[in-house]
DNA sequence: ATCCAGGTACCCA
DNA sequence: TGGGTACATGGA
């Protein structure tokens, strides 16, 4: 195994929190190694301390994967700053107790494509119902590769696929968005390509363009498939951390009741600022954790 | 057994 | 524009 060697203040990193807070699903856990791919090879990790162990992958390609070359502290720092601004200088203990639980969680640099497919099957989901059904459809519809790994299927293979056979996998009433979207991808590559270079909410209603494709599904890939940091995916979890939490916030604008989608992901961003996407990602992965978080009312 | 989950499309006022 | 509902499936 090749080694990365971490500087925890520099570059803070956690594996496990990382590959398992909700943002990818392609992973395989053994014990303290996983088993996945990027860009078309098998990779293992493994962390102890401040190494990383792997191989199957170029550092450089790992780096990249793993957004390491990214100032995590530096986005935190960002994140504190805007906080302070939109709240005179008291700092956030729902916040800092959520980053302290998170802390080495890091928004990786998945593909895109498969982070569309994963995240149109992640809808009304829960995350291991979810994980199982994207292993499934790599097995089924990908290409085995070594060590049991299957690449992730092409748009041409989820094209050819009646939306029958996908439903085989557990996919449900998705396999019609699945079986749509891959037509789409197929017939115009450079669909997901032109995203990237688009304003976030330019970038937000062409994606949402496509069959299953909401705003929920849309900021998970722009956020975790792109790197759009303004993207807030907002449901039912952090509806409610942001509502129990901070609810002294007029998050509805005088309006009659509940809050819509895009009043809770504009506050968001007011109040956590560029990064609002990173911290609602911290948020998300101390769900369960944040007591009283999880009391959700109703 | 019941409720719920990283929601969306569609219909209706 | 905004609110109600069907949708398939499996986990807790």
Redo the contacts with the bound molecule.
């Keep these: 195994m090749r080694k990365i060697i971490l500087q925890p203040e520099k570059t803070p990193f956690h594996l496990e929190r990382t590959l398992e807070?909700?943002?990818v699903f392609t992973w395989t856990r053994t014990g303290e190694t996983w088993k996945g791919m990027i860009d078309g090879e098998v990779v293992t990790l493994r962390q102890s301390g401040s190494v990383i162990s792997f191989n199957g992958i170029t550092r450089k390609k790992l780096i990249h994967y793993l957004n390491l070359d990214q100032d995590l502290p530096g986005v935190l720092g960002a994140i504190r700053l805007s906080i302070s601004n939109s709240h005179a200088g008291i700092p956030d203990p729902v916040f800092e107790a959520a980053a302290t639980f998170a802390s080495g969680l890091r928004i990786i640099r998945q593909d895109p494509w498969e982070c569309l497919i994963c995240f149109i099957c992640?809808?009304?989901?829960?995350?291991?119902?979810i994980t199982?059904r994207i292993h499934a459809l790599c097995k089924k519809y990908g290409e085995p590769g070594q060590d049991g790994q299957y690449t992730f299927p092409t748009p041409a293979a989820l094209s050819r696929e009646s939306p029958e056979s996908l439903?085989l996998c557990?996919t449900?009433?998705r396999a019609e968005y699945l079986s749509a979207t891959a037509r789409v991808i197929l017939t115009d590559p450079m669909f997901l390509p032109r995203i990237r270079a688009l304003p976030y909410s330019d970038a937000k209603k062409e994606i949402m363009q496509l069959?299953?494709?909401?705003?929920?599904?849309?900021d998970?890939v722009l956020l975790f498939g792109f790197g759009f940091y303004e993207a807030v995916?907002v449901?039912?979890?952090?509806r409610s951390i942001i509502t129990s939490r901070y609810p002294e916030v007029d998050l509805c604008k005088g309006k009659?009741?509940s809050c819509?989608y895009d009043d809770i992901a504009d506050w968001c961003r007011l109040y956590f600022g560029l990064y609002a996407g990173y911290a609602?990602?911290v948020l998300?992965a101390s769900r369960t954790c944040l007591p009283e978080i999880c009391l959700?009312e109703?």
């Design positions: 807070c909700g943002q992640s809808q009304n989901s829960n995350i291991p119902a199982k439903r557990s449900g009433y069959p299953g494709v909401g705003p929920k599904v849309a998970c995916p449901d039912v979890w952090i009659k009741q819509s609602q990602q998300f959700m109703k």
